[in-house]
């Protein structure tokens, strides 16, 4: 997960993109496309699971190597994904090195017709145009970085994706983020540690924040968890899901644990 300042310098090149993005593509174009774009399925049911005990794997997909291509692992996304639903996985976020280089030209729309699972745009948001890009190209839910978005920007976001049919998750990295997004009436709230780095593992402030989110609203753990140890606590500190690296789920003793999980739920 990167920090907030990383995170303030994405929504920077975002910003400066955006104006050739519209005069490109018009908004007008993007709403006309949605009569055509895929249903989309559920998150928030998928995130909270049956097993209120247990905590849901969303798998981060990211580019595979030269090596692991010539080994043949993996040989497609759609293969990957049920690799990892068989491993107790109920929800993707591919990074952008996947859509544009692993084989998926129609974006997350050229997969979903192969996984039954939902899929996470985890990219910056900032405007409402990329909302409709986002629900144009298949995904089932955007993340919204709470302090990244104009008083009252969470609100609207979380309507103009209603009426889409498409779920939003609020990413907060302080009680002043939280606070915001239970104001706006979000259902799903993501957690983590702002100040951190990409690999920093200290995970504290995303139980800290945990407590001030009520039982009835999903929360998802979303710093950069590697060990089984971070997981279960933040199971016990009642999270619902967390997000997990490909990497981090070939862990022998994390894929079964999750598997276990799985198990228990049926």
């Keep these: 997960m990167p920090s907030f300042r990383e995170l303030e310098n994405a929504a920077a090149q975002v910003r400066d993109a955006l104006p050739r993005k519209k005069d490109r593509k018009p908004l007008h174009e993007l709403v006309s496309s949605l009569e055509?774009?895929?249903?989309?399925?559920?998150?928030?049911?998928?995130?909270?699971?049956?097993?209120q005990e247990a905590i849901v794997p969303?798998?981060?997909?990211?580019?595979?190597?030269?090596?692991?291509?010539?080994?043949?692992r993996h040989q497609s996304v759609p293969s990957r994904c049920r690799t990892w639903i068989g491993a107790g996985a109920r929800?993707?976020?591919?990074?952008?090195?996947?859509?544009q280089g692993e084989g998926v030209p129609e974006g997350i729309s050229g997969v979903h017709e192969?996984?039954?699972?939902?899929f996470l745009d985890s990219r910056v948001i900032v405007d409402e145009y990329q909302l409709y890009e986002a629900r144009i190209a298949g995904f089932d839910a955007v993340v919204l970085y709470a302090a990244l978005l104009p008083s009252g920007g969470v609100k609207r976001y979380l309507g103009v994706a209603r009426?889409?049919?498409?779920?939003c998750i609020v990413a907060c990295a302080s009680k002043k983020d939280v606070d915001?997004?239970?104001?706006?009436?979000?259902?799903?709230?993501?957690?983590?540690?702002g100040d951190a780095g990409a690999h920093d593992q200290n995970i504290?402030?995303?139980?800290?924040?945990?407590?001030?989110?009520?039982?009835?609203?999903?929360?998802?753990?979303?710093?950069?968890?590697?060990?089984?140890?971070?997981?279960r606590q933040l199971r016990e500190a009642g999270v619902d899901a967390v997000i997990l690296h490909e990497q981090v789920l070939e862990s022998r003793e994390i894929k079964e644990f999750f598997i276990r999980l799985s198990k228990n739920a049926q």
Aim: aromatic fraction near 4%.
């Design 36 to 51: 055509t774009a895929v249903p989309t399925r559920q998150v928030s049911g998928v995130l909270r699971g049956e097993n």
């Design 58 to 72: 969303v798998v981060r997909m990211g580019r595979i190597s030269a090596a692991q291509r010539k080994a043949e």
């Design 91 to 99: 929800a993707f976020i591919l990074d952008d090195s996947v859509l």
């Design 114 to 118: 192969h996984v039954a699972a939902p």
């Design 163 to 167: 009426d889409m049919d498409m779920e």
């Design 180 to 193: 915001a997004a239970l104001r706006a009436g979000a259902s799903m709230l993501g957690v983590f540690n």
């Design 204 to 231: 504290a402030p995303s139980i800290m924040l945990k407590r001030f989110i009520p039982n009835n609203v999903i929360t998802l753990g979303m710093d950069d968890n590697r060990t089984l140890n971070q997981v």
